[in-house]
């Protein structure tokens, strides 16, 4: 998939549910950022992106996660889901590629291999928190 403008997939929204976080963001963007909350923040640097560099974009982090680390299992208590393009029609003679859009809990994304993902042409846009498992979550 083509993108022509890295920011536009870095942001932080929040409605009354949940936290919407662009894939694109790295953890130091992140844990640098006013947007973000502090006990998010804490999660990040205590348990997910502990043992790993932290300018690793969420969407690589996601994408090579197995369902044996650490950080697999913090992002499994939190629920975390991912919203992903899924390529539907490969690209043919003049015709565009076409994708749609689909929302992977982390244990269902985890499961797919790194190769299932490249065949299947998924890429991950966004992270989505729900602020009640954030509550939740001991620090």
């Known amino acids: ?4 403008n890295e920011e536009d997939f870095k942001y932080i929204m929040q409605d ?5 976080i662009g894939a694109r963001y790295s953890y130091d963007e992140l844990i640098s950022s006013n947007f973000v909350p502090f006990k998010l923040k804490t999660i990040i640097e205590k348990y997910i992106a502990k043992d790993i560099d932290k300018s690793a974009t969420l969407e690589s982090h996601f994408y090579f996660m197995d369902d044996e680390g650490f950080d697999y299992r913090v992002c499994r208590q939190l629920r975390l889901r991912l ?4 390529l539907v029609s490969p690209h043919v003679d003049g015709v565009e590629d076409k ?3 689909k929302i ?3 244990d269902k994304l985890v ?3 790194s ?3 490249m065949d299947k042409g998924l890429v991950i846009r966004e992270l989505i928190i729900g602020k009640l498992s954030l509550l939740m979550f001991q620090v």
């Open 16 to 20: 009354f549910e949940k936290y919407y």
């Open 83 to 86: 919203r992903c393009s899924v």
């Open 111 to 113: 499961k797919l291999s």
């Open 1 to 4: 998939m083509l993108v022509h």
């Open 104 to 106: 992977y809990p982390i």
């Open 99 to 101: 994708y749609t859009e």
């Open 115 to 117: 190769q299932d993902k």
